[in-house]
């Protein structure tokens, strides 16, 4: 009798990324997150919330339920942090003995968290950053204010109009580029690149870059060798393991460091076919010293993801729920068969959508489409039928 499937448990905001990846290698999953949409539940054996949707953060103790109650499954090997945790580091510290987390170590992710050290290692390893300080400047035109603990851009303000600021707070000048990130796979000692991505980032009410997506893979040569130098810097200084991606601004084509998000990123889901066994089997073999032979493979064209944000306060209703599920291009949807009445406020994420392409001016133009068909429909007081690809 063959011997039952180890499970994985993957964590975050949303993790639909990370189960289905982790499915794809194979493993049972276990899923963790604020929303138990559809692609997740559908990659997972179970599923169980961590936080309210409406409150965009992980609750402690629904948390520590979870990942107690996961650990006492038959064949359980760990857990996968995913977004969610930057402001809430202790929380990466939550699982029972008998349930170790697969990543970065605590002790090497607080310092990568800390803004003082992280741009400091940056200038003693002569990486390019925008300039960066701890107070606010005389004069704020031109500056955001970000914070350590934020995720996605929605932390950001523009420091001129920001009322409110944090004891993790500090102020970078606003820099014009394209917004990019390098996805990379590290060991402690070396890293091996999985893809560079542009990023899609846009305003979002009083929030001016906050993050919806990614284009990938971006084939740039000297780009490259500029991100794999950077890389052979970084990861032993900050004894980088697992899955990450390092956000960086091209300016002129030559990179200006922006943070590093030590896990597994949503840009992974433009990747799945780099490895054999996918991304997520990648992440749990560098975790523990073993990085991939060979170069990541992809197919040919680029691929896009973008999420898709209410424009107004609308209702998701039954009909349109399943007739975004039914498609292929759609994804992080309402399960609906109960998703009848579903509200959300504007800026609330609804879903994600993708695209392919030959290059990025295609895949733009199909995501642009795409969301426009999403938002419309919502606004619509009626069902309108999509039309097709």
């Known amino acids: 009798m063959q011997a039952p499937a180890a499970t994985l448990v993957v964590a975050a905001l949303s993790a639909r990324t990370l189960a289905e990846s982790a499915a794809q290698a194979g493993w049972r999953v276990i899923a963790l997150d604020l929303f138990g949409d559809l692609d997740t539940r559908r990659a997972s054996v179970r599923w169980a919330a961590i936080g309210e949707p409406g409150a965009l953060a992980i609750d402690a103790q629904r948390l520590r339920a979870a990942l107690d109650d996961a650990a006492r499954e038959p064949g359980v090997i760990g857990w996968v942090a995913g977004s969610g945790f930057e402001g809430a580091l202790a929380l990466l510290d939550a699982g029972p003995p008998a349930l170790p987390r697969l990543g970065l170590a605590s002790d090497a992710l607080r310092d990568l968290r800390d803004p003082r050290h992280f741009f400091a290692t940056l200038g003693r390893l002569g990486l390019a950053h925008p300039p960066t300080r701890f107070s606010a400047p005389a004069d704020a035109q031109g500056w955001l204010v970000k914070r350590a603990g934020g995720t996605g851009g929605w932390h950001i303000r523009d420091a001129a109009s920001a009322r409110h600021r944090h004891a993790d707070s500090y102020f970078q000048r606003r820099q014009d580029g394209v917004p990019m990130s390098a996805l990379f796979l590290a060991d402690g000692r070396s890293a091996r690149l999985v893809a560079l991505n542009q990023l899609t980032?846009?305003?979002?009410?009083?929030?001016?870059?906050?993050?919806?997506?990614?284009?990938?893979?971006?084939?740039?040569?000297?780009?490259?060798?500029?991100?794999?130098?950077?890389?052979?810097a970084l990861v032993p200084a900050f004894d980088l393991r697992g899955l990450a991606s390092l956000d960086f601004i091209a300016v002129n084509g030559a990179p200006q460091f922006l943070e590093i998000n030590p896990r597994p990123s949503a840009s992974m889901s433009l990747h799945t076919q780099a490895w054999p066994g996918g991304l997520m089997r990648a992440h749990v073999e560098a975790v523990h010293g073993r990085l991939p032979v060979t170069p990541a493979a992809h197919p040919p064209g680029l691929?896009?993801?973008?999420?898709?944000?209410?424009?107004?306060?609308?209702?998701?209703?039954?009909?349109?729920?399943?007739?975004?599920?039914a498609a292929t291009d759609c994804h992080d949807l309402p399960d609906p068969s109960g998703s009848a009445g579903t509200h959300f406020a504007p800026g609330d994420p609804v879903c994600s959508v993708s695209a392919q392409g030959s290059d990025v001016a295609a895949v733009q133009r199909a995501l642009t489409e795409r969301r426009a068909w999403v938002t419309a429909q919502l606004a619509a007081p009626t069902t309108i039928q999509r039309p097709v690809p």
């Open 201 to 232: 980032v846009r305003a979002l009410g009083a929030r001016p870059c906050v993050y919806r997506g990614a284009i990938g893979p971006i084939d740039d040569t000297a780009l490259q060798a500029e991100l794999e130098a950077a890389l052979a």
């Open 303 to 325: 691929r896009g993801t973008e999420i898709v944000c209410a424009r107004r306060a609308c209702v998701l209703g039954a009909g349109l729920a399943a007739q975004l599920a």
